[in-house]
């Protein structure tokens, strides 16, 4: 399978947590995963990732925004030279559970003809990455002030 998926409870409303995922600016503070982000979540453009994996020297990706729905998720694609070569497909889900929970969901989907064997050989690194950035999430999600993040 050339997908990775995870996922997580927070004890926090979706607007929180999508105020931590949308504001980019604050990655560094928080997110083990991405620890640098540059440019706009907007469909079309162009961003700049720093992917830190564990047993991974980090790395620089600069994909494609395909979707971004407020409170909802959004969607990244990094490509090598063309997608049927080599592709990363990154999506994330905010589902409301209730008022003061929510799930996050992240998909990160290899494509092309490189994909079944970036699969198998990064599939520790992949979740391993995936799950440490769940777990940053919880902790500064629940935390109840984002604004916390910005002093």
């Known amino acids: 399978m050339n997908e990775i998926r ?3 409870t927070l004890e926090a409303p979706v607007e929180r947590i999508w105020e931590l ?6 990655y560094p503070f928080w997110n083990p995963l991405f620890k640098q982000v540059t440019g706009r979540m ?3 453009e162009s961003m700049n990732f720093m992917v830190s ?3 991974i020297t980090p790395f620089l990706i600069k994909p494609k925004v395909l979707s971004v729905k407020p409170a909802k998720g959004f969607c990244w694609q990094q490509t090598l030279y063309f997608a049927g070569l ?3 497909k990154y999506c994330t889900e905010l589902e409301v559970i209730s ?20 699969s198998l050989a990064m599939r520790g690194e992949v979740t ?4 440490k950035m769940n777990e ?5 999600g629940e935390k109840g002030n984002i604004q916390c993040l910005k002093c």
Do not use: N
């Open 53 to 55: 994996l564990p047993d």
């Open 128 to 131: 391993a990455g995936l799950s």
């Open 99 to 118: 008022l003061q929970h929510s799930k996050y969901i992240q998909k990160f989907h290899f494509g092309g003809i490189l994909g079944p064997l970036s």
């Open 6 to 8: 995870t996922e997580i």
């Open 86 to 88: 080599f592709s990363w």
């Open 42 to 44: 907007v469909v079309g």
């Open 21 to 26: 995922l949308a504001d980019c600016t604050l």
């Open 136 to 140: 940053a999430l919880r902790r500064w």
